[in-house]
Nanobody
Framework: QVQLVESGGGSVQAGGSLRLSCAAS????????MGWFRQAPGKEREFVAA????????YYSDSVKGRFTISRDNAKKTVYLQMNSLKPEETAIYYC?????????????????WGQGTQVTVSS
């Protein structure tokens, strides 16, 4: 497994932007599929975005497509989530996750490494 630490969360008004970062250590980062998930109070963990090992392929949930961008820097062992035009209903704890799977995945159980999460609060 890899160890993951998220940062960059905070409070923002609706329509604003935030950039989340997730720093990895441990097992070779470039061998990991990386994903971002979020979980709001009382709701299940929800897939947000995923990026392939070398960053050549990405996949987004329909709800964030066109507003969020996932990227990675394998030299820095870091994955990013740029979030624009944020909405109040996107208030949640955002988690990054890693998986040895060789394909883009949206199901949480495909991922075996998880960060502690970072809080994102969007006010109206």
């Amino acid at each position: 497994q890899v160890q993951l630490v998220e940062s960059g969360g905070g409070s923002v008004q609706a329509g604003g932007s935030l950039r989340l970062s997730c720093a990895a250590s441990g097992r070779t980062f470039s061998s990991q599929l990386m994903g971002w998930f979020r979980q709001a109070p009382g709701k299940e963990r929800e897939f947000v975005a995923a990026i392939s090992r070398l960053g050549s392929n990405t996949y987004y949930s329909d709800s964030v497509k066109g507003r969020f961008t996932i990227s990675r820097d394998n030299a820095k062992k870091t994955v990013y989530l740029q979030m624009n035009s944020l909405k109040p209903e996107e208030t949640a704890i955002y988690y990054c996750a890693g998986s040895p799977a060789p394909f883009l995945a949206t199901m949480p159980n495909i991922y075996d490494s998880w960060g502690q999460g970072t809080q994102v609060t969007v006010s109206s």
